[in-house]
């Protein structure tokens, strides 16, 4: 089992349409969670990060289910500039390094 | 701010050339610093991470080395590269032994012909 887990999609939505992503995470120790954005042949860049109470930021939502071991971003209103991937990330302390466990992401194309 | 920069943006090299990728952190002291790579349409492996000049951990083994010769320096190397070696490379800081999470540089596109 893959330590982060994400439909790989591609998830193709119209404009203003409301999308969710999920995400599932295999070790129970991890402690902080985060969305990434990625543009094609750019680097990733922080959307969010995922709080226990869950939070939102504008048009996107995040939600953390710690007994689940699942995280969600949900989408609202897209636009054509949300076309992206988005890459679910877990991190875990080691000693004095903190590792994140990155997910492959899921696609999304918005369509006018 | 922080800012984090990596040159070159592309590059194009023979099999068996040498290889050396520069990544330099600003606006912050003492970062942990990472290499990853993304092959086309895979995700982002770690290669390396440090947390302090010379200090260097690797995750696979590889054709690849990395040093960290100053605070804000991250380099990654190779003798000899392969056609496998293709790919983005990207580098990462983060404050170190906080909560938060990892800024990427613009990443240095390679190609192994």
């Known amino acids: 089992r893959k330590e982060v887990e994400q439909d790989p999609g591609p998830f193709n939505v119209p404009e203003g349409a409301t999308v969710a992503f999920n995400c599932t995470y295999s070790?129970?120790?991890?402690?902080?969670f985060f969305w990434y954005r990625q543009d094609c042949r750019k680097e990733p860049k922080l959307l969010m990060s995922?709080?226990?109470?869950?939070n939102e930021d504008g048009r996107f939502t995040a939600q953390l289910n710690r007994a689940s071991q699942y995280i969600s971003l949900l989408i609202r209103d897209s636009k054509l500039s949300d076309s992206a991937t988005y890459l679910c990330?877990?991190?875990?302390?080691?000693?004095?390094?903190?590792?994140?466990?990155w997910g492959l992401g899921t696609s999304l194309a918005v369509n006018p | 701010s922080q800012t984090i920069h990596q040159w070159p943006a592309t590059l194009v090299q023979p099999v068996g050339s040498p290889l050396s990728l520069e990544c330099t952190v600003e606006?912050?002291?003492?970062?942990?610093l990472y290499w990853y790579r993304q092959a086309a349409g895979r995700g982002l492996q770690l290669l390396f991470y440090?947390?302090?000049?010379?200090?260097i951990s690797s995750e696979v083994p590889q054709n690849l080395s990395a040093s960290r010769p100053q605070d804000r320096q991250f380099i990654l190397s190779s003798k000899k590269l392969l056609l496998s070696d293709s790919g983005f490379y990207l580098c990462?800081?983060?404050?170190?032994?906080?909560?938060?999470?990892?800024?990427f540089g613009p990443g240095t596109r390679l190609l192994v012909l």
């Open positions: 990462a800081w983060m404050r170190t032994g906080s909560q938060e999470t990892q800024y």
């Open positions: 606006g912050t002291s003492n970062p942990n």
């Open positions: 440090s947390v302090g000049i010379g200090q």
């Open positions: 070790n129970s120790a991890s402690q902080s």
């Open positions: 995922v709080y226990s109470s869950g």
């Open positions: 990330v877990v991190g875990l302390n080691a000693g004095n390094n903190r590792k994140l466990i």
